[in-house]
């Protein structure tokens, strides 16, 4: 099976600007996540779906990440306006379904550098 | 809430040489426990996962790891290392119930020729 796909790999931008990342997660997981892995950390959840409805979002920072899955398939990631902390490896993970023993898929990530 | 924690952010071994990477959680409730490699460059891959049917786990690649609720310990062990075992090593838990997944902050795994 395909596993989960994101892009893009690499991003570079100026502090203030928008960011944007896109995740296809593997084909029938009804559960995404989306991930902060900041250097010589392990991942940390910022928002977690089940199909399109938010199920965890408790440390995803609103005033300038955002998050969606219209469709209940893809996903987006935004940052706007970004800053130096946020400079980091978004990675993307999919489940067949949440609160179970269901391991989580992750993609590549995309790692992303503010100037 | 649960936790995690690896005792040890680098450990070299040589090849050949038993690896043993420690994980320590805390759980209120029988939790389940998972092993994560990362390779440079490249998203988490599952190696094992405990789900309260064995107490000994094995996984991909030859690695093992043992369940001990006295110790609330799930310590990862492979008996021969090899050069591609070089790679950073999650640990992580989740309560029973939609929690999310909590991940340890690693450790790094060097093998020496």
């Known amino acids: 099976e395909a596993g989960v796909a994101q892009s893009p790999r690499y991003k570079i931008i100026e502090k203030r600007q928008s960011v944007a990342f896109w995740c296809n997660p593997i084909s029938g997981h009804a559960t995404l996540y989306w991930y902060q892995q900041i250097l010589g950390q392990g991942p940390k959840l910022l928002i977690q779906f089940q199909n399109n409805g938010v199920v965890d979002d408790s440390q995803l920072p609103k005033d300038r990440f955002s998050a969606e899955r219209l469709k209940g398939v893809d996903s987006t990631l935004k940052i706007q306006p970004a800053k130096l902390e946020d400079s980091a490896v978004y990675l993307c993970?999919?489940?067949?379904?949440?609160?179970?023993?269901?391991?989580?898929?992750f993609g590549d990530g995309t790692r992303l550098s503010i100037l | 809430a649960q936790s995690v924690t690896q005792l040890g952010s680098h450990v070299s071994v040589s090849e050949g040489a038993l690896v043993l990477l420690r994980c320590n959680y805390s759980?209120?409730?029988?939790?389940?426990l998972f092993w994560y490699v990362q390779y440079p460059n490249q998203g988490l891959q599952l190696l094992l996962k405990?789900?309260?049917?064995?107490?000994l786990v094995k996984g991909i690649n030859g690695f093992e790891a043992e369940f001990k609720k006295s110790e609330t310990s799930f310590h990862l062990t492979k008996p021969s290392a090899h050069m591609s075992d070089a790679a950073e090593y999650f640990c992580a838990v989740r309560g029973q119930g939609a929690q999310k997944l909590v991940f340890g902050q690693g450790t790094r795994l060097t093998i020496n020729p």
């Open positions: 759980s209120s409730v029988p939790p389940y």
């Open positions: 405990y789900t309260s049917a064995a107490t």
């Open positions: 993970a999919s489940s067949y379904e949440a609160g179970t023993n269901q391991p989580q898929h």
